[in-house]
């Protein structure tokens, strides 16, 4: 089978390449999956340069790349539950492939009609949940999405929308001929043009307040100035690193205020789902399944175009996913 692979740490675009590989006999708590769908997220590329803790690290020679996907089960192992045809998604290893070898614990099932370019983004969806529900923001509070374009801010908005929590957009520039309701946003504040500081203009936003939760893919003096924000009680979850900049506080601006700050891993990234899991990703998935909830995807790809795919991924991330999709009916 055709598979992107890489022998050593390194950039990824230094490291990768495509080959053949043959598939191993499946063991009897695993299933072969036929791949439909797999993504390329800012995580594969941690993986690749050896950036997650224990045990979530490349076996060499020819590791491959990707850890999430979406796919047909065409082959069981003895002690397998799910039916051959079932469709799923799983984070684990292995998902720039043709097919994948994965233990049943770690998949996810999903309904037949779930759209497979989303099911692809099934580990930002769940990640997405999360961090709006670690923030504790409640019906008509206000709740801050640093990097408003990141397809994560996107989707937290669109869960918050349905809870009728308030969002407040940051983006470095806001595009010609977008607006608020281009983020799923109450209201956007675009750097590029803002003339108050941030603390003003978040005050005027929120009569004075304060906001109620954040959540930072950023960090740097944004988030800075977004801590000393906060209204009593509040809860910033920090989600990504994409500034270079520290942040700098005072002991007084989190005691005086009892904010809480939380980093966020993916729950399934070192552990897989567990069964009282299930009505938890039910309701991720019937919320996620209407059309009117938007993935952005902005180009699909053949695993024989990895270089353009990994490129775009690195530095065009703005303009949405870039997925790898494969031959077959899903």
């Known amino acids: 089978m055709k598979a ?5 740490i390194g950039a990824p675009a230094d490291v990768l390449y495509l080959t053949d590989i043959s598939l191993p006999e499946i063991k009897d708590d695993e299933v072969l999956v036929r791949m439909v769908a797999s993504s390329i997220i800012p995580g594969d590329f941690l993986f690749i340069q050896n950036m997650y803790p224990e045990p979530k690290k490349p076996v060499f020679p020819q590791q491959i790349g990707g850890n999430h996907g979406s796919g047909i089960i065409e082959k069981t192992g003895k002690d397998v539950r799910l039916p051959v045809g079932t469709f799923v998604f799983f984070t684990f290893y292995n998902s720039w492939a043709e097919y994948a070898i994965i233990p049943e614990k770690w998949l996810i099932e999903l309904p037949q009609a779930y759209p497979a370019l989303k099911a692809s983004q099934m580990v930002n969806l769940i990640t ?14 206000w709740l801050v999405l640093t990097a408003g374009y990141s397809s994560i801010s996107l989707l937290v908005a669109q869960f918050a929308n349905t809870l009728g929590i308030k969002i407040i957009s940051i983006v470095r ?6 607006s608020h309701d281009t983020l799923h946003a109450d209201a956007v504040i ?4 803002s003339q108050q500081t941030l603390r003003s203009e978040l005050l005027q ?14 960090g740097g003096k944004v988030l800075e100035e977004l801590i000393r ?42 552990a897989p789902p567990k069964p009282e899991d299930k009505a938890f990703l039910e309701h991720i ?10 993935v952005k995807i902005a180009v699909t790809h053949q695993l024989k175009d990895y270089e353009l795919a990994v490129s775009a991924s690195l530095y065009k991330s703005g303009d949405g996913k870039h997925v790898f999709i494969f031959p077959g009916d899903h």
Request: proline share 1%; charged share 25%; net charge negative.
């Open 128 to 141: 997405a949940w999360d961090l709006l529900e670690l923030t504790g923001v409640k019906k008509d509070g």
């Open 285 to 294: 998935i019937r919320i996620t399944s209407s059309r009117d909830f938007h």
């Open 205 to 218: 936003l929120t009569a004075n307040q304060g906001v109620n939760g954040v959540v930072d893919n950023v």
């Open 173 to 178: 520039k806001l595009r010609t001929g977008d």
């Open 229 to 270: 924000t906060t209204a009593f009680g509040s809860k910033v979850i920090i989600n990504g690193n994409m500034s270079v900049d520290k942040f700098e506080l005072h002991n007084n601006d989190i005691l005086f205020n009892s904010i809480e700050i939380k980093p966020y891993i993916y729950r399934y990234l070192l």
């Open 190 to 193: 675009d750097l590029s043009v």
């Open 4 to 8: 992107i692979v890489f022998d050593h």
